[in-house]
Structure formats: structure tokens, C-alpha cells
């Protein structure tokens, strides 16, 4: 590419310097300037072809800087946020309502007997089961700014900002009833004969001390009693 562009003024540069010598009185010669023409035309169509193969690398480039973006951000499995964009989401939600000192609402939800499902079906029937799971999740929310992410393994994350205690038992009761209408057969499951799911739901007003973890916590700590009480069921914590 330089050296194209090195070329190009040479031949202005020796454009130049033919104008002056005719201007001092040397003689005209059509061949030489239509060997000048010649030669920049060929330099800019060359010009031309490498800017157009630069353009497209450009293109294709960002195309896979977006591509590896949204690989850092989605689960690979479900095609809904992973725990690293959770985290980092959360922690700027935190931040942001907490100015305001409005509710945030969190629900971990698990898989209820989901290694049973792996042993009984086994794991390729159960990652079917996960992106199913993952794509009740999705279509049980409707506002802009909630959103579910993949926790780990069966465990689930929604998260509700702006949303008091009615609206985050709303959508836990809504998943529940999302999940049993799949009917996903799961003959192991002791609650039932399909797939069912256990949640915890937590809501408290947001402070800019609080972290990640302090939220999580408090939901992770009612999923754990709704395993306790039975299951296929939600438990809300203050």
C-alpha cells in the first residue's frame, strides 16, 4: 500500500516537473504526457482495488470483534447471558438504582432432580432440557431491563430491576407455570412426572455498599427452602 502511494507522487511529482520544463520553453511531447496519464491511471485503479480488499477486511474484522464480544456474554449452550455478564450487569444496576434507593428482585432457580435427568435421558436430552428451560425463562419476562442469564450448570438467574415483591413473586409463579406447561417427561423426578423447577425469590432496596454477592446470596438462601419444603415451588425472602 505505501509503495503504491510512493509511486503516485512520483508520477505527480514528475507531472510537475514536465509542466514547469514546458512552461520554460521545452518542447511538447504527447507521447510523454500520455505515458504519465497512463501510468497514474494504472497506479489509482490499483489504488482502488486494495482500498475496496481493505475496506472488506475492515468489514469482516469487526464483524468477528462483535462475534467474540457476544461469545464473551452468552452461554454457549442456552444463547442467554452467562454468569460473567450477570455479575458485572448487576453490579452496574446496583449502582445506578441505588441512587434512588428502588427495589431490585432476584430469582435463582434450579432444575429440580436434574442429575437424575442427565442419568435417566442422558446429557445430550439434558441440554436440550437446559436451552428449554432457558427459553421459558426468556419469554417469562417483558421489560427492557430484566434479564436472565445462565448461573451454572441447572441453576438459573432473573434478574428484576425496579420490582417489588407483587411483580418478582409475579414472575416466579409465571415460570413455574411456564415450565409445567412444557411437560418435558422426567420419570425420576420425585414431585412430579415432568420437568419442574424450584426458585427463590428475594427483593430489598438497593444500596451503593451492597454488593453482587449480598443479593445473590439472600435469593440462593430461598431457593434452598423451597428445596427443603417439597419443590416445584417459590419461596420469597425479605
Same mark, same amino acid.
Given at each position: 500500500?505505501?509503495?503504491?502511494? *510512493? ?16 512552461? &520554460?520553453? +521545452? ?32 468489514? &469482516?474484522?469487526? *464483524? ?5 464480544? &457476544? ?9 442467554? !447471558? ?34 437424575? !435427568? ?28 430484566? %434479564?436472565? +442469564? ?30 409445567? *406447561?412444557? #411437560?418435558?417427561?422426567?420419570?425420576? #423426578? ?31 438462601? *430461598? ?10 415451588? !417459590?419461596? %420469597?425472602?425479605?
Amino acid at each position: 500500500m505505501e509503495d503504491l502511494f *510512493a509511486r503516485e507522487q512520483q508520477i505527480l511529482d514528475d507531472g510537475e516537473r514536465y509542466l514547469n520544463e514546458i512552461r &520554460e520553453g +521545452a518542447e511538447w511531447s504527447i507521447d510523454e504526457f500520455e505515458k504519465l496519464v497512463n501510468e497514474y491511471s494504472r497506479i489509482l485503479r490499483q489504488l482502488r482495488r486494495v482500498t475496496k480488499i481493505t475496506d472488506r477486511t475492515t468489514i &469482516e474484522l469487526n *464483524a468477528e470483534k462483535l462475534d467474540l464480544l &457476544e461469545k464473551v456474554h452468552y452461554d454457549a449452550l442456552t444463547s442467554i !447471558y452467562n454468569r460473567r455478564f450477570m455479575e458485572e450487569s448487576l453490579e452496574r444496576i446496583i449502582k445506578t438504582i441505588s441512587r434512588s434507593g428502588s427495589m431490585l428482585g432476584i430469582l435463582m432457580i434450579d432444575i429440580d432432580f436434574f442429575k437424575r !435427568y442427565n442419568d435417566t435421558y442422558g446429557h445430550s436430552r439434558g441440554d436440550e432440557c437446559l436451552k428449554e428451560i432457558a427459553a421459558v425463562l426468556n419469554d417469562s419476562i417483558t421489560r427492557a431491563g430484566d %434479564f436472565v +442469564a445462565r448461573y451454572g450448570g441447572e441453576e438459573f438467574i432473573v434478574i428484576l430491576p425496579d420490582t417489588d415483591k407483587k411483580g418478582t413473586c409475579l414472575i416466579a409463579n409465571r415460570i413455574l407455570e411456564k415450565v409445567k *406447561a412444557c #411437560n418435558i417427561p422426567h420419570e425420576k #423426578n420425585e414431585v412430579a412426572r415432568c420437568v419442574t423447577v424450584s426458585i427463590g425469590a428475594a427483593v430489598s432496596s438497593t444500596r451503593h455498599t451492597h454488593t453482587v454477592q449480598d443479593y445473590i446470596k439472600r435469593a440462593d438462601e *430461598a431457593l434452598y427452602m423451597s428445596k427443603q419444603n417439597g419443590r416445584n415451588r !417459590y419461596t %420469597f425472602i425479605n
